[in-house]
């Protein structure tokens, strides 16, 4: 069985500070995770995946993640924040024979001016 | 490519009534997933389609039901509607190649309201 944790449902951080997102995950198999970013109305965009290779991950608009297979974590990091990364992020993994997707509870991003 | 589309954005129905979702992957894509997502539950796989035929399915009575077809377009279909159907619903699209490690894309998703 797979499932996914999200510490702290929300999170706020001042324009310009760090952004740290926690998942951590729990599978049988080697797992394939994902985090993915919700604005308002919308469907999710694939922020950056984890299949296999390097354990640090880089994704779109700044953000990365690292895989620590010791620690079963999955951490969403970006340096800077901006007004724009204000939106809900989910973490999620899939893996064994099965692409289906099981999904944390979601951490709301606020950014502070 | 176009992305995701999914249709209607938004539909509002009452009990007992049944709804037809419908989802166009991107071209080429041959996997289309749908999920629920709730305030209550959060996101939930529903059920995989592939190349017509369903290949995941996930804990929902049988009231949720799905078909794909062959130009991989898909729908999904809610009888006897209650209440907490209401929800938002997700088609995702993959290409299917590698299996597993395939990125979802989703579409913008249908708004569905039970009175």
């Known amino acids: 069985a797979q499932s996914v944790t999200q510490l702290g449902s929300h999170v706020s951080v001042s324009e310009g500070a760090l952004v740290l997102l926690r998942c951590n995950y729990s599978?049988?198999?080697?797992?394939?995770l994902f985090w993915y970013v919700q604005y308002p109305n919308q469907g999710l965009q694939l922020l950056l995946k984890?299949?296999?290779?390097?354990?640090l991950v880089k994704g779109i608009n700044g953000f990365e993640a690292e895989f620590k297979k010791s620690e079963t974590s999955f951490h969403l990091t970006k340096p800077s924040a901006h007004m724009s990364d204000a939106a809900e992020y989910f973490c999620?993994?899939?893996?064994?024979?099965?692409?289906?997707?099981?999904f944390g509870t979601g951490t709301l991003l606020a950014v502070q001016p | 490519k176009a992305g995701v589309t999914q249709t209607p954005r938004y539909l509002i129905k009452t009990r007992g009534q049944q709804v037809t979702l419908s989802c166009s992957p991107i071209?080429?894509?041959?996997?289309v997933s749908w999920y629920q997502q709730t305030p209550g539950q959060g996101l939930q796989f529903l059920f995989e389609?592939?190349?017509?035929?369903?290949?995941n399915k996930g804990n929902f009575p049988g009231r949720f039901s799905g078909r794909q077809f062959s130009n991989s377009r898909s729908e999904m279909n809610v009888s006897t509607l209650e209440l907490g159907d209401s929800a938002l619903y997700l088609c995702?699209?993959?290409?299917?190649?590698?299996?597993?490690?395939?990125?979802?894309?989703f579409g913008p998703g249908t708004r569905l309201t039970v009175l």
């Open positions: 995702a699209s993959s290409p299917s190649t590698s299996g597993n490690t395939d990125t979802q894309y």
């Open positions: 599978s049988s198999v080697p797992p394939y």
């Open positions: 984890y299949t296999t290779g390097a354990t």
């Open positions: 999620a993994v899939t893996g064994g024979a099965t692409n289906k997707l099981i």
């Open positions: 071209s080429g894509h041959r996997s």
């Open positions: 389609y592939f190349s017509e035929t369903q290949r």
